[in-house]
């Protein structure tokens, strides 16, 4: 079983930026897919990024252009550096993991999860 642990979360004005990290234990990364989802209050978690243990990358609408997951299998990091913010990126982020055996490279579910990290972009 793998823990994950975000962080680099806080409060940034729009049009900055921030990078989240997500440090995972108890397994070594490169088994598995990650993904980052995001929360905001009031509204349903949604998926914002994922990257396969091969290196492939999805995201969503939304964030295309701005956002950029990464992962580095020998310090058991993924990263998701966030550019250009907008007050409606404020959220919780969730990094997530699925065993690469049992999911498809983009999963549809994620069996692993983090505590989350709260974004703020003031306007």
């Known amino acids: 079983q793998v823990q994950l642990v975000e962080s680099g979360g806080g409060l940034v004005q729009a049009g900055g930026s921030l990078r989240l990290s997500c440090a995972a234990s108890?397994?070594?990364?490169?088994?598995?897919?990650m993904g980052w989802y995001r929360q905001a209050p009031g509204k349903e978690r949604e998926f914002v990024a994922a990257i396969s243990w091969s290196g492939g990358t999805y995201y969503a609408d939304p964030v295309k252009g701005r956002f950029t997951i990464s992962r580095d299998n020998v310090k058991n990091l993924v990263y998701l550096q966030m550019n250009s913010l907008k007050p409606e990126d404020t959220a919780v982020y969730y990094c997530a993991a699925a065993n690469r055996a049992t999911s498809t490279p983009k999963p549809l579910t994620y069996p692993y999860w983090g505590q989350g990290t709260q974004v703020t972009v003031s306007s």
């Open positions: 108890g397994r070594t990364l490169s088994s598995y897919n």
